[in-house]
Nanobody, 129 residues
């Protein structure tokens, strides 16, 4: 069984930075997606960034490319999301997720909720203008 616990959320002004962490207990499978998703009020949950552990390929939503960086420390079983140049539209609940043995590997599947099995409870990020 995999449990994921996010931390690092908070309130920040536009242009600021935050680093989210996701601590995993249980297995981080050798071929799986580890990803970050976010959900703003009244909107669907969307993929933000992900790593495929088989190749350590990284995938990003267009809206965060160049501003967010995803990384994975396997020894610590911790996934990170460094968020720079934050904008008010980045305000959302951010979720960490793991998707073991994905059927397909690529940006579309990496950022799709359907590729993920295990989810954390989320951490709130609020960006004020």
């Amino acid at each position: 069984q995999v449990q994921l616990v996010e931390s690092g959320g908070g309130s920040v002004q536009a242009g600021g930075s935050l680093r989210l962490s996701c601590a995993a207990s249980g297995e981080i499978y050798s071929t799986s997606y580890m990803g970050w998703f976010r959900q703003a009020p009244g909107k669907e949950r969307e993929g933000v960034a992900a790593i495929y552990t088989g190749s350590f390929s990284k995938y990003y939503a267009d809206s965060v490319k160049g501003r967010f960086t995803v990384s994975l420390d396997n020894a610590k079983k911790t996934l990170y999301l460094q968020m720079n140049s934050l904008k008010p539209e980045d305000t959302a609940m951010y979720y960490c997720a793991q998707g073991p043995f994905p059927f397909a590997v690529g940006s579309q599947s990496a950022l799709s909720r359907q590729s993920y099995t295990y989810w954390g409870q989320g951490t709130q990020v609020t960006v004020s203008s």
